[in-house]
């Protein structure tokens, strides 16, 4: 009987993944322009993109409690593309010829989840003082223990709830797409689950200064509540700006400390889900990271450079250049993934987790404002 292979079979590795270069010239060259055409790219001065069509729009607009409307739906250079791919390839459809050259988004998200390390230096949080530090960091792993729970409890795809309790646990949507690769998630699961986090994000701008205004607390730790129980930047900004100026002034000081923390978030979702399906080896119910038979070296890699972030290897000069290179490699990973979406697969996973994104965001921001309050009357918080 004839051995018959499987694209699935063949792939060992991520590198194992890839096509030739000829094969997969015509996607890579759709996700080069779709790229080129969605965000501010180093070395590319091209005026006409998404980015700068969405700061035209926010000018037109106008802010939004000081805040650009763009940047409140969390417009960067993730989603830019992704948004452009799925319009194009929703609208116009994507030809075969293109489809192998999508593949390389296996060699292009771990390579850019490696050149994130440089990103985040821990350090520059320690300004901020001892308490939150804490407050930032429990609550990141609090959030993401109390939201993969809850998937459960609501018989969410593990996939699904993983991407939730990253994104919804830093405070980044995008971390999702930064889990993809590591729990082997679905595409429309990640901007499903995404979505659900930006949602919360919006609702959470008004829920959190209505919750506050029962509790006593100074606008600079009504800032840092922002920080943690909102969502990203301008987000958390908008929430903050309705207490007053001082506490959106704290807000950029403490958003520092939930930003250099951020990949400890997602390796915890990662490893939670890992070292379950270890320990679960049979269970027809586990699906994240159920094609992850050991632990990824490139993960290693990942935190190995961290590490030396951390030690200051990387200069300031390097640090900034190698973000644009980020920039530029998760645009065209997120080009990729944009154009093999479909309505479909993201209308597919339903609304469960947008539910489940709920319940454990609102949880979060009560169980947040009660540790706020307490630890500001024991004085473990300066006045």
């Known amino acids: 009987m004839p051995m018959t292979t499987t694209y699935d079979v063949e792939r060992t590795s991520f590198l194992s993944a890839l096509y030739s270069f000829r094969e997969a010239l015509p996607g890579l060259l759709a996700m080069l322009f779709i ?11 091209n005026p006409f993109t998404l980015e700068n069509l969405f700061h035209w729009l926010d000018g037109v607009i106008g802010p939004f409690n000081h805040q650009p409307f763009f940047q409140i739906l969390n417009s960067n250079f993730v989603w830019n593309p992704i948004l452009l791919g799925f319009i194009i390839g929703n609208v116009f459809g994507v030809p075969d010829s293109w489809k192998r050259g999508l593949s390389y988004i296996h060699l292009l998200m771990p390579l850019g989840i490696i050149m994130l390390g440089p990103h985040f230096i821990i350090d520059h949080a320690f300004k901020l003082g001892l308490w939150p530090i804490v407050i930032c960091t429990g609550f990141m792993f609090l959030t993401a223990t109390m939201t993969l729970f809850i998937s459960r409890l609501f018989k969410l795809d593990d996939r699904h709830g993983s991407v939730i309790a990253g994104g919804l646990s830093t405070g980044d949507p995008h971390v999702g797409v930064i889990l993809m690769p590591l729990i082997k998630a679905k595409g429309g699961q990640v901007v499903n ?35 943690v129980g909102v969502g990203n ?11 007053g100026y001082e506490a959106g002034r704290y807000v950029l000081w403490f958003d520092v400390g939930r930003h250099v ?3 400890a978030g997602f390796l915890y979702v990662f490893l939670v889900m890992f070292i379950r399906k270890l320990w679960n080896p049979t269970n027809p119910e586990i699906h994240a990271t159920r094609e992850v038979d050991k632990f990824p070296i490139w993960v290693g890699v990942f935190i190995f450079v961290w590490i030396l972030a951390i030690f200051h290897v990387f ?19 997120a080009a990729a993934l944009g154009l093999s979406l479909s309505f479909k697969d993201i ?13 454990a ?7 947040l404002l ?9 004085g473990l918080l300066e006045g």
């Not at 900034?320 to 065209?332: C, G, Q």
């Not at 996973?349 to 539910?355: L, M, N, P, S, T």
Request: aromatic letters at 14%; a positive charge.
């Open 35 to 45: 790229g080129i055409f969605s965000n501010n790219l180093a070395g590319v001065p």
């Open 347 to 359: 209308a597919s996973a339903g609304v469960k987790g947008f539910w489940v994104t709920c319940t």
């Open 193 to 227: 689950g995404s979505i659900c986090v930006i949602g919360f994000g919006l609702i959470a701008m008004f829920l959190l200064p209505w919750l506050a205004s029962f509790v006593t607390l100074p606008q600079k730790y009504l800032g840092l509540s922002s920080v």
């Open 361 to 367: 965001g609102v949880l979060r921001i009560v169980l």
């Open 261 to 263: 923390i951020m990949p």
């Open 370 to 378: 009660a540790a706020l309050v307490v630890c500001f009357k024991l």
């Open 233 to 243: 930047g301008h987000q958390a900004l908008f929430a903050a700006y309705t207490f």
């Open 315 to 333: 200069k300031e000069p390097a640090h900034h250049a190698i973000f644009n290179m980020v920039k530029w490699d998760f645009s065209l990973a």
